[in-house]
Each structure stands twice: as C-alpha cells, then as structure tokens.
C-alpha cells in the first residue's frame, strides 16, 4: 500500500512540475511548490489508507468471532 501511496504522490509532484511550469515562475518556486503539493497529497494519501486498512480489520476481526461463536454451536 506504500508503494502505491508513493507512486501516486509522485505523479502528482510530476504533474504539479508541468502545471507550474506553465505559469512562468522561476525554477525554486516551481519545485518548491511541487514539494509542498507532493508532501500534502503523499501524507494525506497515507492517512486514508490507514483508516481505510484499520476498518477492514476491524470488520473482519468482528465477522471471525462472529463465525467463531456460530460454530461453537452457542
């Protein structure tokens, strides 16, 4: 999941590069920025995946005691 975490993070820094590189501003601004896109969007994006990781747990730990306890015949 970090890899893919990375990978998108990345594209975005790429396409933040062109984006900015479109308005004319200077080198140090451009990858300034592109850093600061790329940094908000990779921590945001690994934020989501561990919620989104910890809910699927979460739920199969539950649907496992469930089964657990069906087959105990209680």
Known sequence: MNKIVMNVGMLFFFLSVIFF???????????????AVFIFLTSMLGILALVFIRS???????????????????
Do not use: P
């Not at 590189?21 to 850093?35: A, C, E, G, K, P």
């Open 21 to 35: 590189s479109q308005m004319n501003l200077s080198l140090i601004d451009i990858l300034v920025r592109s850093f």
């Open 56 to 74: 699927i747990n979460k739920k199969s730990f539950a649907k496992g005691n469930d089964f657990s306890e069906n087959l105990g015949g209680k």
